[in-house]
């Protein structure tokens, strides 16, 4: 990496720190509904892209199984605990079997 690259990054970065004390306050009431949704989208997003995909390819293996066993055992209001053991071996019975 090249030293100007490294010093707009340096400058951008500070820039975005710099803008969000200037204008935090009045841009955090107007979208903290939003902001606190942002992170459990994200975390859906990553669990998706984690369970669904292989590479650049679509999957559906036991890691599929897992997720829809984790997901029916907290529809069911199961402890958390429950629902990781319930996940991890509904993944195991899957692979043991397939």
């Given at each position: ?41 994200l975390f859906a ?54």
């Amino acid at each position: 990496m090249s030293w100007s690259a490294l010093l707009l990054l340096a400058a951008g970065a500070y820039a975005f720190k710099l803008i969000g004390l200037l204008v935090g306050d009045r841009l955090s009431e107007r979208f903290s509904v939003v902001a606190g949704l942002l992170p459990a989208a994200l975390f859906a997003a990553i669990v998706v892209l984690m369970t669904f995909t292989e590479g650049s390819r679509l999957v559906f293996d036991a890691r599929l199984v897992g997720v829809a066993a984790g997901a029916v055992a907290l529809w069911r209001r199961a402890p958390f605990v429950l629902v990781v053991l319930i996940a991890t071996a509904s993944t195991a019975a899957w692979r043991a079997v397939t």
